[in-house]
């Protein structure tokens, strides 16, 4: 009987993820394609808790036209989030820095020092998922010069570098000191194949930094269940655990 306790207690845990910061998700209520309203960004909230996440640093979209975001547009609603997290007694920390596409608005806010970053000038960039930004490698050089320390989002979903005659460009940023941030998403399939395969790759090449949820809905949070059911997760998680900065860095 007791034995019958521990493997059940192992096998729960398990299930669990093997971090407790998530630096990367969209549950700020109404300020992007994330989390519509309070009561679905505080239902999100409670299933990342079941996962283990004692932190969440949460990175709405800073996006030119479509989600030009700011301190201002971001701050009211995150501090209604941040009170109804205390309200329900969830023992969660909730922060905030932001996702920026590299993009001339996102440039702008740079330039005017007003950034959204994380503890310690981390900074969450992301490309366009058409086409690699205009002077990418030169903007890089540019925001490292500024002190940020950069973290590029979801590489692994940028297809135009999924040509083997490509692939080899994520090796050189990765080396210049960009550090590389992979959705769980990516790890469950739910992109698809190949977002699948490059992100495996990166951690078999040892490209991976940091692992994020990039939860939108409910829907994200259902594939990232049965994902830490699956044997992919302890397979994942085997490979990246002890290596990631998540609990770390900030």
């Not at 975001?69 to 920390?93: C, H, M, S, W, Y």
């Not at 698809?192 to 939860?215: H, N, S, Y």
Request: charged share 30%; with cysteine.
């Amino acid at each position: 009987m007791f034995d019958f306790l521990r493997k059940k207690s192992k096998s729960e845990s398990e299930n669990k993820l093997f971090f407790s910061t998530d630096i990367h998700c969209h549950i700020i209520p109404g300020v992007d394609d994330g989390s519509k309203n309070l009561s679905t960004s505080l239902e999100l909230v409670e299933r990342m808790h079941g996962w283990g996440i004692q932190r969440i640093l949460a990175t709405p979209h800073v996006t030119q036209d479509t989600f030009e975001n700011n301190r201002q547009t971001i701050t009211p609603p995150f501090e209604q989030l941040r009170e109804a997290i205390v309200e329900k007694g969830l023992d969660i920390e909730l922060g905030h820095a932001a996702e920026y596409r590299l993009d001339e608005f996102s440039v702008s806010q740079f330039n005017s020092g007003d950034t959204m970053t994380y503890p310690n000038n981390y900074l969450l960039i992301e490309n366009s998922f058409v086409q690699e930004p205009l002077n990418f490698r030169q903007l890089l050089f540019e925001l490292m010069l500024k002190d940020y320390r950069l973290v590029w989002a979801h590489p692994e979903r940028y297809s135009y570098y999924y040509d083997k005659a490509k692939r080899k460009a994520y090796a050189d940023i990765h080396g210049i000191g960009v550090k590389f941030q992979v959705n769980l998403l990516s790890l469950t399939g739910y992109y698809g194949k190949e977002q699948k395969r490059i992100a495996e790759e990166l951690i078999e090449k040892g490209l991976v930094d940091f692992l994020g949820t990039d939860l939108h809905n409910h829907r994200h949070a259902d594939a990232i269940e049965a994902y830490l059911a699956s044997k992919d997760y302890r397979r994942h998680r085997q490979a990246l655990e002890g290596k990631i900065l998540n609990d770390k860095a900030f």
